[in-house]
């Protein structure tokens, strides 16, 4: 452990007279992913020798129509000219949008700076860093840690979410605690005996001056609690036990605690564990070296060695419920895997079926693996599947325990955070201490008052291939526009001197028409070229403007033909 | 009413001895859209001298991957030798995907070919064909009709759906009934106090010979009964009674049943209405004129008058709810259209919030909403949406009325289908009386037995802008790559003789990478580009030998410098 982590009491000084405190959501405020936050301490105001902590560093993921992204990532630009003045980076817990985003923003940032994570993030940031070559210096805490940076007094608290070691953070400083309630729920029949750490919560709650609650509130357009990991357990043994031939479990990669379910119920009913694919073995890996599954060597089935079992001995774990393409589920469906679904067979979705363009996907992945012979339970109703996320009541309980002054929500869009909004109004509290930034406003506190009159500059931050940020809107409009309806490229040789074409023009076109079958409209469109070109060629001849000319027309005459409006492109090159 | 259609008692001969039907579903079975289904009958088993009646004519939607696809329509390549065979398109509703493909089947199988609909999709059908500039020969059935087509006799059967005037078809032959249930449920509180007409039911159940039910199973995952349309009425009315400033409502235009209650609680709470949007104006006009809706004309505000009324003196029925770009909601949510939402505003979705590829524009508009100060009330358990389509109920329901031979599910995807048979062996069915043909399969019933050993051809018909069917795999694929990664094109102009450049490569890059930021790499392409051109040029040249070794060279240089694989274009051309 590190030196810097030490359990020690409450050495707070009082509330300096000026010290401030600015709040920044490098991801934006109001997005669910690309969690990365700042908080920027002032010793006496004077912001020229602030104090960092980043809390988590994650990944976002592209719109429907960012074609081509592969992530997005937080913009990082405000801290450029403070990275001496970072303390720390502090994750939450392991999920790849709030980790996903370190091997990225390291390098920019400086690869010295500490990080601190539970023990089982520090795994998976850990491997990650290995496969893009990068070393980090990462310290593991838990719930006994308390984290010492500087200005900052940070207490991890633990709670529950869809991974094991989440916590909660309590980021005490001169002004009074933020507390930084990232992604949870309250489950209290947890399926791992661990409980959200109640008493630290309450503690907070009733010994400081908790000045803001930044609280996720995802699930907050759900009423009640949300259903405990263990409410799914008679649902999910019965799908596996009824299983008459190979059973097939899919679910979030990371998901630990429902491999170790879906593991125990596989034995409990004489069947033996084959893990199939990247992610999932890796996270199996994970949790048995730090003791969250235990599985022993006779449990586990070699994917070479199925055939050796009978269908009824063997669970599969199978990665990929969302229809990643190059995961393993997906190329199961596709008839690409070495493992081959056959009647008989049954696949448990123990998985979200609502992400944010994958919705489609994953009923296409159901559809086929049923044509295919395979029985298919896809949850409804929570029956095997509940989420990780908190629903009203378990948002209504952390309020009350905490009792902030203010709140302002993260970890949901805008919908989320209108519902919160509406239910703290009907827990009582009143819309002044609902604090609701633009996305890229800075929350600056003040003597337990805030504003959030400045702002800084966000920029999306695209990820394709090994570019970082070089996609901006204009590649991604050009790519929509060849989506839509692909291109048409003439190339002009031209003796500009005689004013001249020296060939006929050359047409190349991908994903507009299919050339072989529309010869008469190229040939059309081919005659009509010419014509503009000897109408508008003039001497001396202005290449840029016979070349916006025949733009011009082709567009019009495209459109008229065909309804379609392809990026069209003419080369006018002189000879 | 036309004169084939009359009551008339039954009137059939004993089955023939060798008599003969086939059932093509030209949109493929295991589909949810694009509906069009054959049914041929063949005397004495002699398919040269078949009769033909189509029931349905509808588009689809395309793949999400599709790109720049508008519309599918099913493929009538198997009806282009048969037209003069074919007696009639009988119509059940008045949903896009039942008669949307009317207007481009139409112009193939003959003007003349006669159509029966209901009446509320004879308006619509005739709407479509005038904006078109087509004619057709409608004749509207009701309740008391009785279609007689030579060797057909149909009685139409009302049930219940999202839209008014739906219907199912006993399609009597020699062979017996073959009872076509498309999208239905049985509504037993209807708001309009139309009742499915379980007397018809329950009479061809136990007068007729049932062969086969084709039933609608979008529903089957769903357990219990489909929630009638009058148990949203409280929620609903509850919704805009709570309305502060004024109110909006969207839903499926057509869904004139949900308008009509939400014009009934709008004026209850002193609100007059406005229309917005083409298509629910156009479903509002004729079902206005067919007495669906009673609307006064002092009950309406035309746009250009709003402003003269207090906010909470207005509901505005708006279309798009799925978020179509073109439509009047995401003009608005975009902030181009005339109306501005503000604060105080409520917007309800009384709408389904999953359709295949539209589920995260419904909610990034509802985020919009939101943030523009708009109250959004969107669809959670039933309470302000209710589903056209019968749960597993109203099918056993239909099932142990009709008691059919043998049953076809149609109008779902394969989970639907499997669901379905699911319930049908809870039922008691056994699995041999369940037809599940492959989507070109042809199934044949003679004396009571059915087979599906004959196929046909059924290829993807495709609209794209005026285009029907001229957008094939090429273009498809192409337009995946092109959005992917974007292309880049190389223009070399070649002295075949010399074997030398004339000038310098020009390159041409679009969707790829940013040119301006990225002339260091672009400037490296051009220089490899020319040195693989003097590596592999030769004497004499092959133009196409040195254009492949370029664009082999481009597609490992391109990926190992950016990541990427954009569409590769060298274009050589001799001068």
């Not at 593991?263 to 994970?286: C, L, T």
């Amino acid at each position: 452990m590190n030196a810097n982590i030490q359990n020690i009491q409450k050495q707070f000084t009082q509330p300096g007279t000026n010290d401030a405190l600015k709040i920044i959501s490098l991801g934006s405020f109001g997005e669910v992913t690309q969690n990365m936050f700042v908080y920027e301490f002032a010793p006496q105001g004077n912001f020229s020798k602030s104090q960092i902590i980043i809390v988590d560093c994650g990944v976002g993921f592209p719109e429907e129509d960012e074609f081509g992204v592969d992530l997005q990532i937080p913009d990082t630009t405000y801290l450029e000219d403070k990275k001496d003045r970072i303390q720390a980076i502090i994750i939450t817990h392991g999920h790849e949008d709030h980790i996903g985003a370190i091997r990225f923003v390291l390098p920019i940032l400086g690869q010295n700076i500490p990080i601190y994570a539970p023990k089982l993030a520090t795994a998976f940031i850990q491997e990650r860093l290995i496969e893009a070559g990068q070393k980090a210096r990462i310290n593991t805490y838990d719930r006994s840690s308390i984290i010492k940076l500087d200005n900052f007094y940070i207490k991890p608290v633990a709670v529950n979410h869809s991974i094991p070691d989440t916590f909660h953070l309590s980021i005490k400083t001169s002004l009074g605690v933020f507390y930084h309630g990232s992604d949870f729920k309250f489950d209290f029949f947890p399926i791992d005996g661990k409980h959200a750490d109640y008493e630290a919560i309450s503690r907070i709650g009733n010994d400081e001056n908790v000045v803001c609650l930044l609280s996720d509130c995802l699930g907050s357009d759900h009423e009640g609690f949300s259903p405990s990991e263990a409410s799914i357990a008679q649902n999910f043994e019965y799908e596996i036990k009824t299983g008459k031939g190979r059973v097939f479990v899919t679910s979030i990669s990371s998901n630990i605690l429902r491999w170790k379910q879906a593991i125990e119920y596989g034995k409990r009913n004489g069947r033996k564990v084959v893990v199939v694919g990247f992610s999932v073995d890796k996270a199996i890996k994970i949790a048995q070296e730090l003791g969250y599954i235990k599985l022993n060597k006779e449990d586990i089935v070699p994917i070479e060695r199925i055939k050796n079992f009978r269908d009824n001995q063997l669970i599969f774990l199978v990665a990929g419920f969302a229809g990643q393409p190059t995961s393993a589920l997906s190329k199961i469906v596709m008839g690409k895997h070495r493992i081959k679904i056959s009647k008989g067979d049954k696949v448990i979705f123990s998985s979200p079926d609502y992400i944010p363009g994958t919705t489609s996907g994953i009923y296409k992945m159901i559809d086929n693996l049923a044509k295919m012979g395979a029985e298919v339970t896809y949850g409804k109703d929570e029956a095997i599947h509940v989420s990780g996320h908190g629903y009203q009541k378990d948002h209504a309980l952390l309020i009350s325990l905490l009792r902030p002054k203010y709140i302002l929500p993260i970890g949901g869009n805008y919908r989320h955070i209108k519902a919160y909004q509406l239910m703290c109004q009907q827990l009582g509290r009143s819309d002044d201490q609902f604090i609701l930034p633009e996305p890229d406003e800075v929350v600056t506190f003040r003597h337990n008052r805030f504003d959030t009159n400045s702002k800084i500059s966000l920029r999306k931050v695209l990820i394709d291939g090994f570019g970082i940020g070089d996609v901006g809107a204009t590649v991604l409009r050009d790519r929509r526009t060849l989506a839509e309806d692909g291109m048409f490229s003439v190339v002009l040789l031209v003796d500009t001197a005689q004013g001249k074409l020296i060939k006929e023009p050359v047409l190349l076109s991908r994903g507009f028409v299919f050339a072989k079958e529309n010869q008469e409209l190229l040939n059309l469109l081919k005659s009509e070229i010419m014509e503009k070109f000897r109408e508008y060629v003039g001497k001396p001849m202005n290449v840029e403007f016979v070349r916006q000319k025949i733009q011009g027309h082709l567009e019009e005459s495209i459109f008229k033909h065909t309804g379609r409006q392809p990026m069209i492109l003419p080369l006018l090159i002189e000879v």
